[in-house]
């Protein structure tokens, strides 16, 4: 279906009502709508009351039946305010017209009136009407020269790409010499269901674009960078990209999604300005407004708030990770589902600032090759943490063994000085009693003295025997305060640790000068079961003769 006009249309009809006309013939000398107009085709058309003070001005379609029928489509001027009319009896004169609110003064609607499929780069363009309709099969960037055909001085020419996912670039004479095509700075990518607006002038003897909805994303104002996904999958619109390399063919970056887990993938440059599948061309949003394409209510999120690369890749979220290869790519402008609104930094550090989220004033860091800070070795005399060395409970000297009380969650601090993975949590079985018990690490959190946030449940080990038991773990810790702790389903006895070290005093302190309560072992009531978070209030150990578990950490 599509627009027509045509001379001489011109018909009879005598049906009454609001509907859908019958049409009788054409009249002497004048052709039927079937015939100039076509089927399913639509037309302006007047119907007037040769016998009542009644007609009617309008788009209608055409369809070819028995009798020939006129669908009053859409009402544009009446004899009944505009709206459609109720018509009598009476014979009516039904003919093509040009309404005069689509002429004077108005926008001149225009028909496709030459379709094109392109199936090569090498194919040039139509410029024989004023609306070529395009149907590409692949994503093309033309070499033809010239790219559009020649045209007439003054021409204006309307090209649509029709496909719903293929996109068609032409390049501009500077680049492409005798494309005849004159960019001007717009981009020369037609998107899926979108129109470039032409202009042919004789001067040059080339086109140039009058408009092209192309030069920004939709709904936003931004730079686009013209890209094409060769990731083997689909990247979503509003996915965060980076640059894997450059296509020669098509004269495009190539990208495939970010991953803040991912030193490798960083850094994003951009966010995808549409969904393009594997082998597509598209535009990537490198700075300024992305609009519509990301979900910046999915709960908490206030306008102002960052927005970073995840670590879940062609992701993003607005809570600083703490984790990974941090890289902020931009800020909330706008709190909604799907009409959402960001504006993008596009390419920056891969951290946007330093992991210092446990630093203290005064303190000396360094940094590592992860971008990540650590204290520096020298201060602290350490070489680093060894492999399969064992690493207990800090300042506390091992000599004891315990009786442990069950269902007791027993604490005590731990440091690390840099960044390590450690893959073991044990403790030691000196006499057996119950079944098991549950080992873990808390962090202590900087910011709330007193408050310790779990790190890792490292499950359960046996107590049913006299060994060493550890269990396997994955925990990756950044330089800070931790705690390790257990939890007993029994009372077993334990290699346990001492506090007859008063250096301890130096680091973790303690609530009175002298024989004031040291803060380097305590413990809190929890019933065995799974580690609670947080570790909940500190009972600190009072007494200089207690002992406590000794736990330990190493690296296999």
Same mark, same amino acid.
């Given at each position: 279906m599509s627009f027509a006009l045509d001379?001489?249309?011109?018909?009879?009809?005598?049906?009454?009502?609001?509907?859908?006309?019958?049409?009788?013939?054409?009249?002497?000398?004048?052709?039927?709508?079937?015939?100039?107009?076509?089927?399913?085709?639509?037309?302006?058309?007047? =119907?007037?009351?040769?016998?009542?003070?009644?007609?009617?001005?309008?788009?209608?379609?055409?369809?070819?039946?028995?009798?020939?029928?006129?669908?009053?489509?859409?009402?544009?001027?009446?004899?009944?305010?505009?709206?459609?009319?109720? #018509?009598?009896?009476?014979?009516?004169?039904?003919?093509?017209?040009?309404?005069?609110?689509?002429?004077?003064?108005?926008?001149?609607?225009?028909?496709?009136?030459?379709e094109q499929s392109i199936t090569a780069v090498t194919d040039t363009l139509s410029s024989s009407g004023s609306h070529l309709g395009i149907t590409p099969d692949a994503d093309y960037v033309l070499t033809s020269t010239p790219t559009i055909a020649t045209g007439e001085d003054g021409q204006i020419l309307l090209i649509h790409n029709a496909h719903s996912s293929f996109t068609l670039t032409l390049q501009d004479d500077s680049i492409l010499s005798g494309s005849d095509v004159l960019l001007g700075g717009a981009s020369g990518t037609?998107?899926?269901?979108?129109?470039?607006?032409?202009?042919?002038?004789?001067?040059?003897?080339?086109?140039?674009?009058?408009?092209?909805?192309?030069?920004?994303?939709?709904?936003?104002?931004?730079?686009?960078?013209?890209?094409?996904?060769?990731?083997?999958?689909?990247?979503?619109?509003?996915?965060?990209?980076? =640059?894997?390399?450059?296509? =020669?063919?098509?004269?495009?970056?190539?990208?495939?999604?970010?991953?803040?887990?991912?030193?490798?993938?960083?850094?994003? #440059?951009g966010v995808l300005a549409t969904t393009l599948g594997n082998n597509t061309n598209?535009?990537? =949003?490198?700075?300024?407004v992305a609009a519509g394409i990301i979900n910046t209510n999915p709960g908490g999120t206030a306008v102002g708030d960052g927005v970073w690369i995840g670590t879940t890749a062609g992701t993003l979220v607005f809570d600083r990770p703490t984790t990974g290869f941090i890289q902020r790519i931009g800020t909330i402008a706008r709190v909604h589902a799907s009409l959402g609104v960001v504006n993008i930094f596009g390419a920056g550090r891969i951290n946007d600032t330093p992991l210092l989220t446990a630093g203290v004033a005064g303190r000396l860091y360094g940094f590592n090759t992860n971008g990540e800070h650590d204290v520096v070795r020298g201060v602290l005399g350490t070489t680093g943490y060894e492999t399969n060395a064992y690493y207990s409970n800090a300042l506390l000297a091992q000599s004891n063994t315990l009786v442990v009380t069950a269902d007791r969650l027993y604490g005590a601090p731990?440091?690390? #000085?840099?960044?390590?993975?450690?893959?073991?949590?044990?403790?030691?079985?000196?006499?057996?009693?119950?079944?098991?018990?549950?080992?873990?690490?808390?962090?202590?959190?900087?910011e709330t003295p007193g408050s310790a946030v779990l790190v890792v449940?490292?499950?359960?080990?046996?107590?049913?025997?006299?060994?060493?038991?550890?269990?396997?773990?994955?925990?990756?810790?950044?330089?800070?305060?931790?705690?390790?702790?257990?939890?007993f389903d029994n009372t077993p006895t334990v290699i346990a640790n001492s506090q007859s070290d008063n250096i301890k005093r130096m680091f973790l302190g303690s609530d009175a000068v002298g024989s004031g309560?040291?803060?380097?072992?305590?413990?809190?009531?929890?019933? #065995?079961?799974?580690?609670?978070?947080?570790?909940?209030?500190?009972?600190?150990?009072?007494?200089?003769?207690?002992?406590?578990p000794t736990l330990w950490l190493r690296k296999v």
């Open positions: 001379d001489r249309v011109k018909e009879t009809s005598t049906t009454t009502g609001t509907g859908t006309f019958d049409l009788d013939g054409a009249v002497d000398s004048f052709q039927t709508f079937v015939a100039g107009i076509g089927d399913t085709n639509t037309t302006h058309y007047a =119907i007037v009351n040769r016998d009542a003070a009644e007609w009617e001005v309008g788009l209608g379609t055409v369809i070819d039946a028995a009798p020939d029928t006129l669908a009053r489509t859409t009402v544009l001027s009446s004899s009944n305010g505009d709206a459609a009319v109720n #018509f009598s009896a009476g014979t009516k004169d039904v003919f093509c017209t040009r309404p005069a609110s689509q002429v004077a003064g108005k926008s001149l609607k225009l028909a496709p009136e030459v037609i998107k899926p269901q979108s129109t470039m607006t032409l202009h042919y002038c004789l001067d040059l003897l080339a086109w140039s674009v009058i408009s092209n909805p192309n030069t920004a994303s939709a709904g936003a104002t931004a730079e686009l960078v013209p890209v094409r996904n060769t990731s083997g999958g689909s990247i979503t619109a509003g996915a965060p990209v980076y =640059i894997t390399g450059y296509n =020669i063919g098509q004269g495009r970056i190539t990208i495939d999604e970010a991953d803040g887990d991912d030193l490798a993938k960083l850094p994003a #440059f598209g535009d990537v =949003i490198t700075s300024g731990f440091p690390i #000085f840099e960044r390590t993975t450690f893959t073991r949590i044990g403790i030691e079985i000196t006499s057996s009693a119950g079944t098991s018990a549950r080992l873990g690490i808390y962090q202590l959190d900087p449940d490292a499950g359960l080990v046996s107590t049913a025997g006299v060994a060493e038991v550890e269990a396997v773990i994955s925990a990756t810790l950044m330089p800070g305060w931790y705690i390790l702790a257990v939890v309560t040291r803060r380097d072992t305590f413990y809190t009531a929890h019933s #065995f079961a799974a580690l609670p978070d947080p570790f909940g209030t500190l009972t600190y150990v009072s007494s200089a003769s207690s002992v406590h």
